[in-house]
């Protein structure tokens, strides 16, 4: 699901002054496509993967999900576009603790089968019916992106998804997030990761 971003504007306010951290700002990543957006700390990378989520609305500029505007629709069809075609990993995703690896993972919908796979792919297997409480953050991390994909969504829109990896398990989320893009999903991914970006079609700098 082609996600396009058109003019956005977004301000904050911060001890008195507004700071403006997305001025025009446009993109848009095309089915199939895997898009990196990078850029300094503090650019407004997060931001603007939360506008394209639907999670913080621009002061100005158009959101849309294929030919779904976003600030046309009600919040209950887009939380149902949202359940069912956009996989979402936050910076700070949240995992639950007192349930299993895989029942986390699981929380994202798809097929048992599907959630195993996941798992596997990105170095979990061993893990799957571990409380998640006891994993490592970068377990957790991963736990994260094995959600957001278990559904096989059309849309993928992730946060630092490598922020808390080595090279090798940061190579088992990217090789996901490539597979993602060969099934035919767009893909936008906020990063500081070189690995990742040398594996992404293209690079927005913010
Ligand atoms: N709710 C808010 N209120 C005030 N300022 C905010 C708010 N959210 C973000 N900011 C500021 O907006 C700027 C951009 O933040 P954002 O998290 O989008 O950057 P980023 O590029 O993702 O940074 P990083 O790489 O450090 O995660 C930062 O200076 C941040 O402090």
Redesign the pocket.
Known sequence: MIVALDGID?T???AGND?Q?LNSFSLEVDDGEFVALA????????????VAYGRRKPDRGVTRWGDVELAETGEKELQKIRKTSIGFAA?DALVFDDLSVSANVKVGGGTDERCSELLESLGLAGFSTMKAGRISGGERQRVAVARALAKDPSLVLM??PTASLDAAAAALVIEQLCHAAGRGAAVLV?T?DALLEEAADRVIE?
């Open positions: 977004v904050f306010r911060r700071i951290i850029g300094r700390s503090g650019s407004g990378k997060s931001t603007a993967i939360a910076q946060d630092e906020a500081h913010l």
